[in-house]
């Protein structure tokens, strides 16, 4: 699909189908953890019923997992190479506590990601993955049975361990997002305005004003 | 509460008490089932059938005597034989009539995520109340006897209910009821562990030295207990686990990860709420903007 | 049985053999484990499989099919060897001191007095010697050479440990173990019981491996007493009354038998049966025969019955030979039989050789079939692929199908092992058109009846001066059947001892079979049933379980023949003085002036035992025979022979007398000894058997029956499965020499191979009860491949010993 040229004081930032991808993440997201939560905690419990109660949600969660985990992995892979870990993004981990501050200033230039958003998607990515396959071992009606009920026990563990650091990660994500003005827009227009863009990561800004930046 | 008989000590996915103001009225009750008396005649398994409804499929023959080959939704005792050849090289035929075993710490029910669809009441029976079973399958990983099964007809779990509606009303088991040798009996748990020691010294004057009563300490004993000639060797019985307890693995996913967890979302949010409140929003202000401008027209040049 | 049920709670030890109680008889079964619980009781089971009554038992003897004599006889040899034998007992109870006659004589396995062309003996020689008072000789030193002691013991010396190891198979030291747990039961104050089946009756030496059984247990003191006896388990649950009510073709009811063609003569047929007493004082209870005859004659004819026409004994017919299933089936063979009335009887399935029998019914013009079910037999005509593979086009046999009720849809009364009459009320009405086997026959009965009335035909007579008092002639009750087997007095009946008083006024229900008289004026349907339904009401009804000693005599509940008695010969649980011998489990005792307790004593019960009189009153000597006399077919000792298909081809006791091979008494016809097996083409001994999931062929109808065993299997050992190359799971095929099935395989460690005679035998199990019809797996009828051959005494044919091959598919 064709994105659309952005006027000149904004800056693309996510593609049309990088946003279709996440919003359907999302989407999916809330609804498998809202019913996984559900069967998590009696105190939860409620949540079944924006499945349609108990059973329903038993019966739809796999499902959704798995479309979550399906439109994840096509939009987070091509992602891959933009979440390398680089000796800048560990200074920015160390100074951790300058961005919970507001202290932007001090921290240093960060790429297309800062390192908080590369540890929140490789995070993202591993809960997906162990979540996918501890789900597929949780998953009665279809697998459950072919292996050992200690296996399957563990995959219990696993897939409520690596719910709660996704669900976790998301809050994150989400307060950031929240925090860091500019950024919905980022993921529902698809652009960011050029201060944006300075300010939250000016080396992805230098490199998008290059002139060989392909604009 | 219809029956007091039936006062719930326990139920699934439920943080607060049971009314426990008439505690002690209810005695425990336990069915024993007598493996040195059992023949294997399997009308048991007949009697489960015809009082609770249940239709298992006519399957087919494997080579064993083991009909059906397993519990199912269906059926929800089975016998399962064994053919073990002692020290002495005498043959013996363990038949155990396998289900589900009531345990006092229930694993199926410490797993259930749905408020009140595994209950146990205060006589001991743990029971499925299948209208409130959501199909999740997680009792089966909470057993250690393996012993739910879910059905393929309505996705609900089902398995053994002692007969609660039978004995709600004073009645045995059905499955007792029936058993034509006497192998299986049932009344309190503390005259079963009685009938149960008096079997145990009749069975080592027969020479079987090891013989003992099954209520394993693992699960807080049993509410269904077996004789066994060979207590000392519960595997023989077509692999009765020696010594069965809640998996710590469901411990840990049903027990201290649910308030941590809970707990550690919900502080999450709240530290990013309260965080924004405090330091306010990430914005890129105009001074912001026109910096980017010049740069941009900088590189422009 | 001897005994009941509930007695076997009192026995210390129990010798399960040639049945499977557990397995068929669960229910029953329980009073095993009880006196294994509670009275420390121990369990023996001999069988060729590891059964479900092994697998509670506590010494488990395997042994080759059909070689029990051996065993047993090895016991009594032990038992005489070992004088564990309970002396006052056999001294008084029992025939050992009789001294038998010169004549007789045993030799290669023969008696004297056989007919090698006939296959029968002359057994005038088998009796005893007479004194000049014409009572039988004895000497109670058991000196004399003749004695029936010292023929018994020159007659089992032969059977050694040894012996029984190379015949039986058995290990000889579980085989001594089980002789000392036996012979620990010679004390008076310990008791053995033997419950057996079809194990041993379905043999063609079936009835000898019985009174093999029953010679133990009297050695041992065993019989009349709590905890004792000898213990048929019936198989249906109303066989015991089939036989009580003479349903077999050579028998009246109350086992009174039909007369032969050449007893023409009445008094003859009533002088040879009314046997007079061998022995000084004692009571041949026989002698009333003719007061049991007339009043059946007088309930079957009612007025018409006369002394002029002796009371209806020359309406009886008189039969030329046996009209035994299997003789039956070999005249339909022969085409010698027109049509067929199938009355709750599955042939197809439960008689021997199916191809035989597709045969036979292939011949009739008719069929009728009376069933709840749509039995095999009922669609022997039809194509079921290779489980029936007939040809309908080449069957011109007409089949009427007869809905009847079952048992659970009638009122009426059950004769269960234990002798006991238990009355029991429907539970759901009738299905569809089905109607009761009694409706169905009395609108026969009536139909033919107005035929002969109206067309005349050869005698009418028996048919239309039939007594039918009925209510409703197209459909009599139960109660009145009832009440018509029990009897009533048809005039005043008066007391022998003073002929003015009248015990019994006209038209009253009897109280017992005391009662009868032999002039006609009184009826009984059945003698031994007399007693059942009195002027007190229904006594097959009542339901009260108060045991008052504890020991499991619950006399209140139904009703039990003879006389509501409930353990038969129990005068012999007393000493000659009658007194106890186990005061613990007293059921009857001399009190000085009667005998009383609680069970109704089968004995005088106004005899002074100083008098003499032996407790086995039905017997002419008054005591218990180890010597049957003319009794049996083969021999009056039982001598062990080998099945019509043996592994062996010869027999161990006799391998050089092919005449003795196998029971030389025995019946078999032409076509069927051509179709017997040899052990080279069929090397493996198979025995068929009940499962406990299923009855007979019936509950492969029933759904939970078929969840429980869906499928036919057979079973077979490890090692022969591992010879053959079959796992667990694999189809079969098993053949003899008269056809094969295809069935699952069950591979077991409870089947092993034996060692016989130092050659290798595997034992095949094949379980009966599967068929093509149903609702479980379609399969093979298992008697497409069992002989025709029957017991020389009552025909009953051999399914639990012969010749297959099993092969893999």
């Not at chain 3, 083409?681 to 029933?702: C, G, I, M, N, Q």
Request: net charge neutral.
């Amino acid at each position: 699909m064709a994105d659309r040229i952005p006027a000149p004081d904004l800056l693309p930032r996510h593609a049309t189908r990088e946003r279709l991808l996440h919003w359907l993440v999302a989407v999916a997201f809330v609804f498998a953890a809202a019913s996984g939560l559900a069967l998590f905690h009696p105190a939860l419990f409620f949540l079944t019923n924006l499945l349609g109660g108990g059973p329903w949600s038993a019966l739809l969660h796999p499902f959704v997992g798995l479309a979550m985990a399906l439109a994840f992995g096509l939009f987070a892979l091509p992602l891959w190479e933009l979440n390398r870990l680089t000796a800048g993004d560990r200074i920015w981990l160390d100074r951790l506590r300058d961005v919970v501050d507001n202290r932007d200033e001090r921290l240093p230039e960060a790429g297309k990601y800062n390192a908080g958003q590369k540890v929140l998607y490789i995070a993202t990515v591993a809960c997906v993955a162990l979540l996918l396959l501890s789900g597929l071992l949780l998953w009665r009606r279809y697998f459950s049975g072919f292996f050992a009920v200690g296996v399957v026990r563990f995959a219990a563990v696993v897939h409520a361990l690596a719910a709660f650091v996704l669900v976790f990660a998301t809050i994150v994500h989400v307060a950031a997002a929240v925090w860091v003005k500019g950024s919905i827009r980022a993921m529902t227009l698809g652009t960011v305005t050029l201060g944006w863009a300075y300010k939250h990561h000016r080396a992805w800004f230098r490199e998008m004003t290059r002139p060989s930046s392909g604009r | 509460m219809a029956l007091q008989s039936l006062d719930i000590k326990q139920r699934s996915a439920t943080t607060t008490s049971p009314p426990g103001v008439r505690a002690e009225a209810t005695v425990e009750l336990a069915k024993l089932i007598d493996t040195t008396k059992c023949i294997g005649c399997k009308a048991c398994q007949t009697a489960c059938m015809e009082w609770n409804d249940l239709r298992d499929e006519v399957g087919d023959c494997n080579g064993t005597y083991d009909n059906p080959r397993d519990l199912t939704a269906e059926s929800w005792t089975v016998m399962r034989f064994a053919e073990y050849e002692n020290p002495k090289g005498d043959l013996e035929w363990l038949i155990r009539k396998d289900g589900c075993m009531h345990c006092a710490d229930p694993g199926c029910l410490k797993a259930c995520p749905s408020p009140g669809a595994i209950v146990q009441y205060a006589n001991g029976i743990v029971d499925f109340h299948e209208e409130h079973c959501i199909g999740c399958g997680y009792c089966i990983a909470g057993c250690p006897f393996d012993v739910p099964r879910i059905s393929k007809k309505d996705n609900k779990a089902y398995k053994c209910t002692l007969c609660s509606d039978r004995v709600a009303v004073g009645l045995e088991p059905a499955c007792v009821k029936t058993c034509p040798t006497g192998a299986i009996t049932f009344g309190t748990k503390q005259q079963m562990q009685h009938d149960a020691a008096e079997r145990v010294v009749d069975l080592k004057s027969r020479g079987f030295e090891n013989a003992g009563l099954y209520d394993p300490a693992g699960v807080g004993g049993t509410h269904v207990m077996y004789v066994l000639h060979h207590a000392d060797q519960p595997g023989l019985y077509n692999g009765l686990p020696e010594r069965p307890h809640v998996s710590a693995m469901v411990r840990l996913w049903k027990g201290a990860a649910k308030p941590l967890a809970l707990g550690g979302l919900l502080v999450a949010a709240l530290a990013g709420w309260l965080n924004y409140v405090r330091v306010g929003p990430k914005e890129a202000d105009a001074d912001d903007e026109r910096a980017a401008e010049r740069a941009k027209e900088r590189t422009d040049g | 049985m001897t005994n009941h049920w509930v007695d076997i709670k009192n026995a210390d030890v129990v010798l399960i053999m040639g049945g499977n109680a557990a397995e068929a008889h669960p229910c029953g079964f329980k009073w095993v484990v009880e006196a294994k619980a509670h009275n420390k009781a121990r369990l023996i089971v001999v069988d060729p499989r590891f059964t479900r009554s092994a697998s509670v038992a506590d010494l488990y003897v395997p042994i080759r099919p059909g070689t029990d004599i051996v065993f047993l006889g090895g016991v009594i040899n032990y038992l005489l060897s070992n004088d564990a034998i309970q002396h006052e007992y056999v001294n008084n109870y029992t025939d050992l001191s009789f001294i038998v006659r010169e004549d007789y004589a045993f030799a290669d396995g023969l008696y004297s007095g056989y007919d090698a062309d006939k296959h029968k003996y002359d057994r005038s020689t088998w009796d005893y010697e007479r004194g000049p008072d014409g009572f039988v000789k004895s000497d109670p030193t058991l000196q004399h050479p003749r004695t029936v002691f010292n023929l018994m013991k020159q007659h089992y010396a032969r059977y050694t440990p040894d012996m029984v190891a190379s015949a039986c198979g058995s290990p000889q030291d579980k085989f001594l173990e089980v002789c000392k747990l036996l012979a620990s039961t010679s004390t008076p104050t310990r008791a053995a019981t033997i419950m057996y089946a079809l194990g041993w009756t379905q043999h063609s030496v079936g009835s000898q491996m019985i009174r093999t059984g029953a010679m133990v247990q009297l050695l041992l003191g065993n019989i009349g007493v709590a905890g004792g006896g000898m213990n048929a388990l019936r198989g249906h649950s109303n066989i015991q009354g089939l036989t009580d009510l003479g349903l077999l073709s050579n028998l009246l009811p109350g086992y009174m038998t039909l007369p032969s063609q050449a007893e023409q003569d009445y008094a003859a047929y009533i002088a040879a049966r009314a046997l007079k007493p061998l022995r000084p004082n004692q009571m041949s209870y026989w002698q009333n025969y003719n007061r049991f005859f007339v009043s059946l004659m007088k309930s079957w004819w009612g007025a018409a019955a006369t002394a002029d026409n002796h009371w209806g004994y020359d309406y009886l017919p008189k039969l030329d030979k046996s009209y035994d299933m299997l003789q039956t089936f070999e005249m339909m063979t022969e085409g010698k039989v027109n049509g067929y009335l199938c009355q709750g009887f599955n042939p197809l399935a439960a008689a021997p050789n199916k191809a035989q029998m597709t045969a036979a019914l292939s011949k009739l013009k008719f069929l009728v079939i009376m069933d709840p079910l749509a039995t095999e037999t009922s669609e022997f005509w039809r194509n079921f692929g290779e489980h029936n593979d007939v040809d309908a086009a080449l069957i011109e046999t007409e089949v009427f199908r007869l809905p009847t009720t079952c048992f659970a849809e009638e009122d009426g009364a059950m004769v269960s092992s234990a002798r006991w009459l238990q009355w029991h009320w429907k539970g759901v009405e009738p299905p569809g058109e089905s109607k009761s086997d009694i409706s169905i026959m009395a609108g026969l009965y009536t139909r033919i009846r107005r035929l002969y009335e109206t067309d005349g035909g050869a005698v009418p007579e028996p048919v239309v001066k039939l007594s039918w008092p009925y209510a409703r002639p197209a459909e009599p009750t139960p109660e009145e059947l009832a009440r018509e087997y029990n009897g009533k007095a048809l005039a005043d009946v008066f007391d022998p001892k003073d002929p003015t008083k009248v015990l019994r006024k006209a038209g009253e229900q009897l109280a017992g079979f005391g009662e009868l008289r032999e002039d006609g004026s009184t009826s009984s349907g059945c003698w031994i049933y007399c007693g059942a339904w009195t002027e007190a009401g229904n006594l097959m009804a009542r339901r009260d379980n108060s045991d008052p000693t504890g020991i499991g005599q619950s006399r209140n509940w139904a009703w039990s023949w003879p006389a509501n008695r409930r353990v038969m010969y129990n005068r012999a649980s007393c000493d000659p003085a009658g007194k106890p011998f186990n005061p613990a489990r007293s059921l009857v005792s001399w009190n000085g002036k009667a005998w009383g307790g609680v069970d109704v004593p089968d004995f005088k019960a106004d005899e002074d035992p100083a008098g003499g009189m032996g407790p086995f009153i039905m017997n002419p000597e008054g005591v218990a025979r180890f010597f049957a006399r003319g009794g049996m077919a083969e021999g009056p000792f039982p001598e062990h022979y080998e099945p019509f298909e043996s592994p062996l081809g010869y027999n161990p006791l006799h391998p050089k007398e092919p005449r003795s091979t196998q029971n030389p008494a025995a019946r078999i016809f032409k076509r069927d000894r051509e179709a017997l097996g040899k052990v080279d083409a069929f090397p493996h001994v198979a025995t068929t058997y009940r499962l406990t999931e299923h009855f007979h062929y019936w509950t492969k109808h029933v759904r939970l029956n078929a969840v429980m065993q869906p499928e036919q299997f057979v079973e077979i050992g490890e090692v022969l499965a591992k010879d053959l190359g079959v796992k667990a799971g694999d189809r079969v095929r098993v053949s003899s020499n008269r056809g094969f099935i295809k069935a699952v395989a069950v591979v077991t460690k409870r089947i092993k191979p034996m060692t016989i005679e130092g050659k290798t035998v595997h034992t095949v199990g094949i379980p009966i009860h599967w068929g093509f019809k149903g609702v479980a797996k379609p399969g093979f009828l298992a008697n497409t491949l069992t002989p025709v051959v029957g017991d020389a005494n009552s025909q009953t044919p051999e399914f639990k010993a012969f010749l297959v091959k099993v092969e893999r598919i």
